[in-house]
T-cell receptor, first 113, second 116 residues
Framework: SAVISQKPSRDICQRGTSLTIQCQVD?????MFWYRQQPGQSLTLIAT?????????ESGFVIDKFPISRPNLTFSTLTVSNMSPEDSSIYLC??????????FGPGTRLTVL | AQKITQTQPGMFVQEKEAVTLDCTYD???????LFWYKQPSSGEMIFLIY??????QNATEGRYSLNFQKARKSANLVISASQLGDSAMYFC?????????????FGTGTRLKVLA
């Protein structure tokens, strides 16, 4: 399984600002995934990031709000733009194993005031 | 309609006993994957076990086994010999093909508390 790190691990932000979350994998992977977990809720896929192409966003998520970069095969960033308290969540990146299992980073715990 | 249903929001089990966490799923795909994940209070998500839709044998990984009943569309997780460290949220998930891409869907989770 891959080793995945995320930065920052947590942050407290003011509404209207933006935060960029970084995800680093210790091996080259084709796809990286970004999930959101709102307080007390399950995980929801935000988007899939392929290196060299635009990210594919799930229904309810748009690029203007959650721009994603994927500059190489080991790194991706997710920006949460123009934040509101409703964006307070854990944000997780993941990569896929050979059977489709997801290996997750430790998550970024975001609180928006 | 829910694609993944976990009907038990919370469960208790005595240490060293076995416990079954329920999961039912809904898909029209013939080829799909079913997964269970553990999320301790620290927030990390840990992959536990995988079952492919064509696998005839139930998957096992150490103390975890998956009771796969395809006709009933259920994929229950069985944890044997529960330990205090098993206390966590448990999520069932499915990977299916949709509109040419794979979709990954999580259930709402079951919070397991192991009692000493």
């Amino acid at each position: 399984s891959a080793v995945i790190s995320q930065k920052p691990s947590r942050d407290i932000c003011q509404r209207g600002t933006s935060l960029t979350i970084q995800c680093q994998v210790d091996s080259q992977v084709t796809m990286m995934f970004w999930y959101r977990q709102q307080p007390g809720q399950s995980l929801t896929l935000i988007a899939t990031a392929n290196q060299g192409s635009e990210a594919t966003y799930e229904s309810g998520f748009v690029i203007d709000k959650f721009p994603i970069s994927r500059p190489n095969l080991t790194f991706s960033t997710l920006t949460v733009s123009n934040m509101s308290p409703e964006d307070s969540s854990i944000y997780l990146c993941s990569v896929e194993g050979s059977r489709g299992e997801q290996f997750f980073g430790p998550g970024t715990r975001l609180t928006v005031l | 309609a829910q694609k993944i249903t976990q009907t038990q929001p919370g469960m208790f089990v005595q240490e060293k006993e076995a416990v079954t966490l329920d999961c039912t799923y809904d898909t029209s795909d013939q080829s799909y994957g079913l997964f269970w994940y553990k999320q301790p209070s620290s927030g990390e998500m840990i992959f536990l076990i995988y079952q492919g839709s064509y696998d005839e044998q139930n998957a096992t990984e150490g103390r975890y086994s998956l009771n796969f009943q395809k006709a009933r569309k259920s994929a229950n997780l069985v944890i044997s010999a529960s330990q205090l460290g098993d206390s966590a949220m448990y999520f069932c998930a499915m990977r299916e093909r949709s509109s040419g891409t794979y979709k990954y869907i999580f259930g709402t989770g079951t919070r397991l508390k192991v009692l000493a």
